[in-house]
């Protein structure tokens, strides 16, 4: 499986924009980016995902490098409730067979009132 | 209900018992995933159903692990002979479709803890 490097941490303050980069330099030609965030003590929920045009959706965006080698997930505006762990990963066809979702560590969103 | 539903959402076990978890996934969706999250760790795959097609047990971490899809729709995950660092969030998703742009719906999950 194609693999994805995120910063441990970040930290931004609220009301401002944050940007999370992904980095994924072996990504093949079918591997879609997906984004998922983990609130304290809940399960992951999906953020977006995207191919090769950058996607805009209520929760974040996401600017897809044109090489697609790199992606980041923009939070326009953060606020308390976006403190979470953000997970970058690729989702494809291997093989034909399965695509199942292979979490990384992920990168911990601290947000500052 | 509307979401993924999981039972228990504790479980407290000793050493060398065997337990079952539960996962109800959205009704009519055809892929169901497990993973389990240790404490402070990141997600790690056990196990993924799609449709009739045989399950990818690539991640199951030993023979005491098991998994079972009945009908398409529940899951029931077994860890037999639990052992303390079977202790951890058991975790079920479930996804409309196997495809490459289906969104996952994850469950609150079931923290096991083993004595």
């Known amino acids: 499986d194609a693999k994805t490097t995120q910063p441990n941490s970040m930290e931004s303050n609220e009301e401002e924009p944050v940007h999370l980069p992904c980095n994924h330099s072996t990504i093949s030609g079918t591997d879609y980016i997906h984004w998922y965030r983990q609130l304290p003590s809940q399960g992951p929920e999906y953020v977006i995902h995207g191919l090769t045009s950058n996607v805009n959706n209520r929760m974040a965006s996401l600017a897809i490098a044109e090489d697609r080698k790199s992606s980041t997930l923009i939070l326009h505006r953060a606020t308390l409730r976006d403190a979470a762990v953000y997970y970058c990963?690729?989702?494809?066809?291997?093989?034909?067979?399965?695509?199942?979702?292979?979490f990384g560590t992920g990168t911990l969103l601290a947000v500052q009132p | 209900g509307a979401g993924v539903s999981q039972s228990p959402s504790n479980k407290v076990t000793e050493k060398g018992k065997d337990v079952e978890l539960r996962c109800d996934p959205i009704?009519?969706?055809?892929?169901l995933y497990w993973y389990r999250q240790s404490l402070g760790q990141g997600l790690e795959f056990l196990i993924y159903?799609?449709?009739?097609?045989?399950?990818?047990k690539s991640g199951l971490p030993s023979d005491r692990f098991s998994a079972e899809r009945t009908g398409g729709s529940v899951s029931t995950l077994t860890i037999q002979r639990t052992q303390q660092e079977d202790s951890a969030v058991y975790l079920c998703a479930s996804s409309s479709q196997g495809s490459p742009t289906g969104e996952l719906f994850f469950g609150e999950g079931s923290r096991l803890t083993v004595l």
């Open positions: 990963i690729l989702r494809g066809l291997n093989g034909g067979a399965t695509n199942k979702l292979i």
């Open positions: 159903f799609q449709g009739n097609s045989a399950p990818d």
């Open positions: 009704s009519g969706h055809t892929a």
